[in-house]
């Protein structure tokens, strides 16, 4: 898609975490003015989308795959670790990251669930799509890279495997690979620690484990792209790629063993970071923008796209001015502000995070009832982020953090999550009875809880006061 159309160097997330970050990409707006707080909590059922506004106005629309922007959705155990982030104990959620080596060389579709979708898109626009004498907005959504579930049977049991198939991963370069640069646990943030910990990455891996780990990633990244290729190929069989516009995004990143974690939940470049591409008639060719945006920016462009006035109230910007060969005719006149802002309030961190990304400095706050330092990086000169310069440069730290507090009153919103959590965790210790701690010791954390479980039922309780 590059080659043929535009890509945004500088895309991300707005929550690094499926739910929350798809319902900012679906409502337009920042994480804590939906208060989609963590993988259970995102919009409701009857919000509207843009592409509610794009069927009103006359498309025919379509999804399939994985959309998971609405609340009541995940695993228990996923609930239950953000709702009670803030108690005083340090458990291990996850099963350590592995990979997973699966049939032959012929063995293409690994992600079947994926295939079969991508296969159903393919079919609605071979024979759907060609019919229509009205435009349509097609959604695609697939679960990949995403890692797979953990060998453990239940769906409590978390998403630590990488896997892949001979096919895809001689694809991979695998002696390219970069073994990314660690610092010592002692001295990692501790939010960073906790993080660590909490998804079961503080042991010691080799550099082949770390090696393996990333070439799979890359590998399950390549069949994700074999997909988007099947879509491409049935736009152009019938005629439709020259006049349809394609965006290619994810919801966040995936850190494969950078800062010593894998998953996302982080606002490191690897989990906050994600890939926007954008190609169809009228959008600039093998163009690169360096301007910073994020996933808000989805719900405006497509308004534009479809020439749909624009709400007021959005927190996002069309990304039409920056991508459009004819960018004087989109309806969006305002520039895309110098900063995007991700936020995240789930669990496997234990407290409520904000980053603020502008042109080479990335600044991160943290909101809980401990103080804990702020986090500042060069990426120009620190583009792996080992180096917190929050004390070295304090005028642009504090420039940043007046800068944040600006855009959100983030002290009140993490009160807000604080008292959130409390409040849900409560109702389901009520709803399950005494029970409660029988239940929470099926969770992914078991290992760890099944140590002392009254240690863990007394910290509760402290909490709970």
Excluded at 365 to 374: E, K, Q, R, T, V
Aim: net charge neutral; hydrophobic share 35%.
């Amino acid at each position: 898609m590059k080659k043929h159309g535009t890509l945004f160097l500088n895309a991300y997330t707005n929550s690094p975490i499926c739910c929350p970050s798809r319902a900012a990409m679906w409502s337009g707006l920042f994480t804590h003015l939906t208060e989609s707080w963590n993988n259970f909590k995102g919009l409701e059922s009857n919000y509207t989308t843009w592409m509610d506004l794009m069927q009103k106005h006359g498309y025919h629309t379509q999804k399939y795959g994985k959309v998971d922007y609405i609340s009541g959705h995940h695993s228990l155990s996923n609930r239950v670790e953000a709702w009670t982030r803030d108690v005083d104990f340090l458990l291990q959620q996850e099963g350590r990251p592995m990979v997973n080596l699966t049939g032959n060389k012929m063995y293409v579709r690994v992600m079947e669930e994926d295939w079969q979708n991508t296969d159903k898109a393919v079919y609605w626009i071979r024979k759907e799509a060609t019919n229509f004498t009205r435009p349509f907005v097609l959604y695609l959504g697939l679960n990949l890279p995403h890692p797979y579930p953990s060998p453990s049977a239940g769906e409590n049991f978390g998403s630590s495997t990488f896997k892949t198939s001979p096919y895809w991963l001689e694809k991979v370069m695998y002696e390219a690979i970069k073994i990314p640069k660690w610092i010592p646990l002692s001295d990692m943030h501790p939010i960073d620690y906790y993080s660590s910990y909490t998804k079961n990455c503080t042991g010691h891996f080799t550099k082949k484990e770390i090696r393996d780990i990333r070439a799979f990633y890359y590998a399950m990244c390549a069949e994700t792209d074999a997909m988007l290729g099947e879509i491409i190929l049935a736009l152009k069989d019938t005629g439709l790629l020259k006049r349809t516009i394609i965006i290619f995004t994810a919801d966040h990143g995936e850190l494969a063993m950078e800062h010593q974690q894998f998953y996302k939940m982080s606002m490191y470049e690897g989990s906050s970071h994600v890939p926007l591409l954008v190609m169809g008639p009228n959008i600039k060719a093998q163009h690169r923008v360096s301007n910073v945006v994020s996933l808000v920016d989805i719900y405006p462009t497509m308004l534009d796209i479809a020439g749909i006035p624009l709400p007021h109230n959005l927190s996002g910007y069309s990304l039409m001015p920056l991508l459009s060969e004819k960018a004087d005719e989109t309806l969006s006149r305002s520039p895309h502000p110098t900063w995007v802002l991700s936020e995240f309030h789930g669990c496997n961190v234990n407290s409520s995070t904000y980053m603020l990304r502008t042109d080479k400095w990335k600044y991160i706050a943290y909101s809980n009832d401990h103080s804990i330092p702020p986090q500042l990086f060069d990426l120009f000169a620190d583009p792996d982020e080992l180096t917190n310069v929050a004390t070295t440069y304090r005028e642009v730290a504090h420039s940043l953090e007046k800068k944040l507090r600006s855009i959100i009153d983030y002290p009140k919103v993490s009160a807000s999550v604080h008292e959130y959590n409390k409040k849900q965790f409560i109702n389901w210790k009520q709803s399950v009875g005494q029970n409660y701690s029988n239940i929470i010791a099926n969770l992914r954390w078991h290992q760890d809880w099944l140590k002392d479980p009254k240690k863990y039922e007394r910290a509760i309780d402290k909490w709970l006061k």
